[in-house]
Nanobody, 118 residues
Framework: QVQPVESGGGSVQTGGSLRLSCTAP????????MHWYRQAAGKQREWVSSIDTVDTKNYEDAVKGRFTISQDKAKDTVYLQMNSLKPEDTAMYSCKMFGVDWCSHTPWGQGTQVTVST
């Protein structure tokens, strides 16, 4: 199975920005959508944002107005632009495909760490 590959994480100060990428071969040809999730140390994984095949975008309330999800179908890649970062955004960010059959059975990516300091 194809595992998505996340990148773009790092350490920034409060108010900074990062752009995460999730590249997943087969994402476009199999008509998948993509979720972004995050998991902070000692906490459960939580859903952050998603984008579907017709570009419908959804966000968790805590990131609305600060995060923007987008996709480049030609590159099988989904992006998460994160602005005005806060310390509570610190977490491991992972992506997961969703949709019919093939999409829903793809594995999680290994994640990319985002650390926001005061």
């Amino acid at each position: 199975q194809v595992q998505p590959v996340e990148s773009g994480g790092g350490s920034v100060q409060t108010g900074g920005s990062l752009r995460l990428s999730c590249t997943a071969p087969g994402f476009t040809s199999n008509n998948c959508g993509m979720h972004w999730y995050r998991q902070a140390a000692g906490k459960q994984r939580e859903w952050v944002s998603s984008i579907d095949t017709v570009d419908t975008k959804n966000y968790e309330d805590a990131v609305k107005g600060r995060f923007t999800i987008s996709q480049d179908k030609a590159k099988d890649t989904v992006y998460l632009q994160m602005n005005s970062l806060k310390p509570e955004d610190t977490a491991m960010y992972s992506c997961k495909m969703f949709g019919v059959d093939w999409c829903s059975h793809t594995p999680w990516g290994q994640g990319t760490q985002v650390t926001v300091s005061t």
